[in-house]
């Protein structure tokens, strides 16, 4: 198995209705992974580049939440519509997507 270039944390995080931290399942993160694993599959992007589902990885309020390394970009308010930039953009074209960028303060 080859190092990948980026790995990609796709927060998986289901508190429940009415919990009031929230999580980005309630946000509909099922959707962004889906559309992740759809884009990777039509470009044969598994070689390069690793998905993986996690638990909360931080700033529940702004989910779905997915962060990307060896960068450590955190993207928030994600959609699936979202998708295809993140892939174009920042794992083919190495410049992450800063209208998806939380804002730097959430890193504390
Ligand atoms: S539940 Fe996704 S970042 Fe906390």
């Known amino acids: 198995m080859a190092k990948p270039l980026k790995h990609i944390f796709i927060c998986t995080q289901n508190r429940g209705p009415g919990h009031p931290q929230g999580s980005c399942n309630q946000n509909g993160c099922g959707e962004v992974l889906e559309e992740f694993m759809f884009e990777f599959q ?53 410049v992450p997507v800063a209208r998806l960028c939380v804002a730097p303060e959430i890193w504390g």
């Open 42 to 94: 039509k470009r044969d992007l598994g070689e390069k580049f690793r998905l993986t589902m996690t638990g909360c990885i931080g700033p529940c309020g702004s989910g779905p939440s997915v962060l990307v390394y060896p960068e450590g970009v955190m993207y928030g308010k994600v959609t699936k519509d979202d998708v295809a930039a993140i892939v174009d953009e920042h794992l083919l074209g190495d």
